[in-house]
């Protein structure tokens, strides 16, 4: 089992930058990819952005130049920094572990979720 904290979240002006963390505690060795999801009000959980174990990024074209997902893995700590806030990016965003093979992210474990409210 893998459990996931998020943290960071909060009230930000249009146009700032915030960066969300996620701590990962527990069978971390099964942990394959990390992804962070957001999931505005009425709309669907989407993924935004994964990291694999070896480093490599994937990210939803909306948000690509704007969002950069990172990881330290000496402390378990996974980022995702967001740049230029704009109303679009107000959701709640979640932290997910992969522990499976796919070459697609797959989420296995979630977090419990950070609140961003973006205001202008």
């Known amino acids: 089992q893998v459990q996931l904290v998020e943290s960071g979240g909060g009230l930000v002006q249009a146009g700032k930058s915030l960066t969300l963390s996620c701590a990962a505690s527990?069978?971390?060795?099964?942990?394959?990819?990390m992804g962070w999801y957001r999931q505005a009000a009425g709309k669907q959980r989407e993924l935004v952005a994964s990291?694999?174990?070896?480093?490599?990024?994937r990210y939803l074209d909306s948000v690509k130049g704007r969002f950069s997902i990172s990881r330290d893995n000496a402390k378990n700590m996974f980022y995702l920094q967001i740049n230029s806030l704009t109303r679009e990016d107000t959701a709640v965003y979640y932290c997910?572990?992969?522990?499976?093979?796919?070459?697609?992210?797959?989420?296995?474990?979630w977090g419990q979720g950070t609140q961003v409210t973006v205001s202008s």
């Open positions: 527990g069978n971390v060795l099964e942990i394959n990819a």
């Open positions: 990291i694999t174990k070896g480093g490599s990024t």
């Open positions: 997910a572990a992969d522990a499976s093979r796919s070459p697609d992210f797959r989420p296995s474990y």
